[in-house]
């Protein structure tokens, strides 16, 4: 049973790991585990639920951003090896002309990890600061050298959201929505999924966890992007942005799954081509556009197998999908809620994942437990 799972979530409350969050667990794409702790609103006392939509924070970065350049690859409009300025004339003469497209998907392009681009942007009117982003970009000076030195960067998937752009001729959520989401259910025209929250449309009436008392925008978000420069631009970007539900990344990560497995009804990718990016590129490499354990302090624990992807979200937000097991677990929390100085969530990911891996060891599901 999962009672060391729940347990370890209720001592989480109660030591203000995080205010609420919902766990979901499945093995061989059957839930397993799936429940809702706490509060979505601590103010309003609003509790969480499983159909809590949650700012994913940099998941968006592997299950948008990711996705869009597999099908511009699949569509032969994109090539790994190509390099940035064959892509993006804007970035000729430039010292990122020669990164390739497969560098920023590894973030060993060079680039910086992060700059506060908002601060310079939210002066400007809302029409032109995306445009405006980009032109920062090109300007941007590289740290080392590409190929080299990995180094986590928002930077390189701001850009890897404007190739995307560029070669669909289409706005970037728009495109992710059409090519990837819809054909499996999850575009929010049919009444669920996964969507960005575009700040020109009315607001969406979704229940939404809180998330921070902002100390530059002076208000609660709630509904808004946390992230400072996704909001800046609208709340749409290749870096941050995305909201959803645990069940609703459960539904993409399964079909991805099903797909480097050979076993997908959908075909959403080839098998051959989820095999290239859920693959390290070289010893000590990241997977394209995912995240893979690095021990020991791999916040999946210990129990992950070597062949395993994730991705964290500043906001409080994880999965790890195991793919020799098939294991997938998504913790998604409100951490930042009302503060972004907790950071307890750092010690309890892998204690998490460590009991639940070896729940399911010692266990022969049958039935969710929620």
């Known amino acids: 049973m999962m009672e060391r799972v729940d347990t370890l979530m209720q001592r989480a409350l109660s030591e203000n790991v995080f205010p609420g969050g919902v766990l979901l667990v499945s093995k061989e794409d059957s839930l397993v585990f799936v429940k809702a702790y706490g509060y979505a609103n601590i103010f309003s006392k609003r509790k969480m639920t499983r159909a809590t939509v949650f700012d994913l924070a940099s998941l968006t970065k592997p299950l948008t951003t990711t996705l869009a350049i597999m099908r511009l690859i699949q569509q032969c409009k994109l090539d790994l090896e190509q390099n940035l300025g064959a892509v993006l004339p804007q970035f000729k003469k430039t010292d990122k002309e020669h990164i390739r497209i497969k560098e920023l998907l590894c973030h060993n392009a060079g680039l910086p990890d992060y700059r506060p681009y908002y601060k310079t942007l939210c002066e400007l009117p809302s029409g032109v600061r995306k445009d405006s982003l980009r032109d920062l970009l090109v300007k941007e000076f590289l740290l080392f050298p590409p190929g080299g030195r990995v180094l986590y960067s928002d930077l390189g998937f701001m850009i890897l959201e404007w190739i ?41 009436k979704e229940s ?14 709630e509904g808004t992007v946390h992230d400072e420069n996704a909001y800046v631009v609208g709340g749409i970007a ?22 480097f497995h050979g076993y997908s009804l959908v075909d959403l990718f080839p098998k051959a081509l989820m095999q290239t990016f859920f693959e390290r590129q070289g010893d000590k490499g990241r997977p394209l556009g995912f995240d893979c354990p690095s021990w020991p302090d791999a916040s999946c624990g210990k129990f992950f197998s070597e062949r395993s992807v994730g991705h964290l979200g500043f906001t409080g937000t994880s999965f790890w999908m195991d793919l020799d097991r098939s294991i997938i677990v998504i913790l998604l929390t409100n951490r930042v809620h009302p503060s972004r100085n907790n950071t307890k969530i750092k010690a309890f990911r892998p204690k998490l994942h460590d009991t639940v891996m070896e729940t399911i060891k010692i266990c022969n599901f049958s039935k969710t437990y929620s």
Request: hydrophobic letters at 45%.
């Open 164 to 204: 995307a752009e560029s070669l669909s001729a289409r706005r970037f959520d728009h495109f992710v929505s059409e090519e990837i989401y819809r054909p499996i259910g999850l575009s929010p025209d049919a009444g669920r999924g996964l969507f960005f929250v575009d700040f020109a449309l009315k607001p969406c």
């Open 208 to 221: 939404f966890a809180a998330t921070e008392l902002c100390p530059w925008r002076n208000i609660l978000l």
């Open 238 to 259: 290749g870096h941050a942005g995305l909201f959803g539900t645990a069940d609703d990344i459960h539904r993409l990560l399964s079909e991805l799954l099903a797909s």
